[in-house]
Structure formats: structure tokens, C-alpha cells
């Protein structure tokens, strides 16, 4: 059973900087194809998609974060990152990474219902 492992959460001031780390205990799929994307859970909302990536190369954000966001992946560690500049109180919520094998080549971020590997999520709390 793969498992993703979410890691740099934590709190900092409007304006300020995070890295989220999530590391897969072994490649999600057989195949080459897959897409990994961020989510986040804001405190009473539904989860929304903040970024997505495909083994294309292909990126894709949420109008809210783009610009401020960006993810990247590291297919050799097994790593996918996202890194958050010019942090807001509103991004505040829980964060988690994701990976599916259903999406490859994206425009958009996909539906959180095409993900079928999740990680636990990680805290991120800013304040102004």
C-alpha cells in the first residue's frame, strides 16, 4: 500500500513563507502516467484543489494561490512539493498531497474525486 506523508506545515505571518513536503513510500503507480496534486481543507469549507502537477510537466493552480504558489516534483526522491510565498490568513487549513492515475496531462486542477491515493494532511495556520 503506497503511502504519501505530508511535512512542513506550521504557523507563520501574512506575508510569509512555507514549504509542504510530501514524500511517497514508492512510485504511486506501475505506469509513467499519473498526476499529483495539493488540496486544502479551509476551516468549514468544502476541500478545494490549490495545485496540480502531471508526468508531462504540465501545472496547473487555483485562481487564489496562483502566483503565490508552486508546486514542483522530484520523480527521483519521490517527492512533491509545494511552496507557498506571500501567505495569507485565508489560506489557513489543513493541507494534503494526492495522486492519481486517472489524470495525466491537465489544464486545470482536477476534482479531489479523480485522486484515489491520499496523505494524512499537514496544518498550515496564518496569521496577520
Known amino acids: 500500500q503506497v503511502q504519501l506523508v505530508e511535512s512542513g506545515g506550521g504557523s507563520a505571518q501574512a506575508g510569509g513563507s512555507l514549504r509542504l513536503t510530501c514524500i511517497a513510500s514508492?512510485?504511486?503507480?506501475?505506469?509513467?502516467?499519473?498526476?499529483l496534486g495539493w488540496f486544502r481543507q479551509l476551516p468549514g469549507k468544502e476541500r478545494e484543489g490549490v495545485a496540480a502537477?502531471?508526468?508531462?510537466?504540465?501545472?496547473a493552480y487555483a485562481n487564489s494561490v496562483k502566483g503565490r504558489f508552486t508546486i514542483s516534483h522530484d520523480k527521483a526522491e519521490r517527492t512533491l512539493y509545494l511552496q507557498m510565498d506571500s501567505l495569507k490568513p485565508e489560506d489557513t487549513g489543513t493541507y494534503y498531497c494526492a495522486a492519481s492515475s486517472r489524470v495525466a496531462q491537465i489544464a486545470s486542477v482536477p476534482a479531489a474525486t479523480w485522486f484515489d491515493i491520499w496523505g494524512q494532511g499537514t496544518q498550515v495556520t496564518v496569521s496577520s
Open positions: 514508492e512510485y504511486p503507480y506501475k505506469h509513467s502516467s499519473y498526476c
Open positions: 502537477i502531471g508526468t508531462d510537466g504540465s501545472v
